[in-house]
């Protein structure tokens, strides 16, 4: 039997780059990005991330939450201290929680040397997999910051525990830990094209690619009263499934984010 459609829910860049890798695999997909990303408007989370990189020799290390953390930091107008050189001169490391961001900061010029992630293998690609790499080189006094986004649905108190729990190990290792806005998430604005797609898709065999639990809720947002008892989702991550099935998806599989593991679990609700 052939793979089932494939809908990809990633933001826009991300998910146009796993259309195209799913289909050199012979899978169907097409983008349905239920998070918008934009730069960040705030004028203090602008002055705080421009103080940020004009000083990071005094980071021990850069924690990176996703690519577009990575684009929106090294953004086409950084200044010259920005490039990878200097990064490698000064000593600071990269941090990034799976192979996605790992790909953007070496992108942005960021030697792969300088880079530290989890294990190829790991069960998982998060804060928790990551800091199993990168604890060693945290000593007291060192400075980490940590590069994320901000949504405008989501009250801060509720946004990225796993990046809150990597603060807390830092921390206790005796760091400190700072954190640096650099875009903005929020709801996509569905054209009717994509209203009726998520409605077919709803109940027609495709199989859902969610990789946050944020896009869940934007999706449940964008169709009110939808029933998603008929709906297949694929997660990547315990915590995605979970909110997939609080919000009705009648068959939720997990899978690890890797290419090859979602190329296999796709192929397999065949």
């Not at 650099?182 to 994509?194: I, L």
Request: glycine share 8%; aromatic share 6%; proline share 8%.
């Amino acid at each position: 039997m052939p793979s089932p459609r494939v809908i990809v829910t990633r933001p826009a860049r991300e998910a146009a780059h796993w259309v195209e890798m799913l289909g050199a695999h012979g899978i169907g997909a097409v983008a349905l990005p239920l998070i918008a990303i934009g730069p960040c408007r705030d004028p203090a989370a602008q002055q705080a991330l421009a103080r940020a990189r004009a000083h990071l020799a005094q980071y021990r290390a850069l924690m990176f939450v996703s690519g577009n953390a990575v684009a929106h930091f090294f953004g086409s107008s950084r200044p010259p201290a920005l490039d990878g050189q200097a990064l490698a001169a000064i000593k600071t490391r990269a941090w990034s929680p799976g192979p996605g961001t790992a790909r953007a900061l070496e992108q942005a010029g960021v030697p792969s040397a300088c880079i530290d992630g989890p294990a190829p293998d790991a069960p998982q690609f998060d804060s928790e997999a990551l800091w199993q790499q990168v604890a060693e080189q945290v000593r007291p006094g060192d400075r980490v910051l940590i590069v994320r986004g901000r949504s405008g649905s989501v009250p801060e108190s509720a946004q990225g525990s796993g990046r809150d729990w990597l603060a807390r190990q830092i921390e206790a290792a005796g760091g400190t830990v700072e954190f640096v806005v650099a875009y903005q998430r929020g709801a996509p604005r569905f054209s009717a094209h994509e209203v009726a797609l998520a409605q077919q898709a709803a109940h027609d065999g495709s199989l859902w690619l969610l990789s946050s639990s944020e896009a869940v809720a934007h999706l449940a947002e964008a169709l009110p009263g939808q029933p998603w008892g008929a709906a297949r989702a694929l997660a990547t991550h315990p915590r995605i499934a979970e909110a997939a099935r609080a919000a009705g998806f009648g068959a939720v599989r997990e899978c690890r984010p890797a290419l090859e593991d979602l190329v296999a679990s796709i192929e397999s609700a065949a």
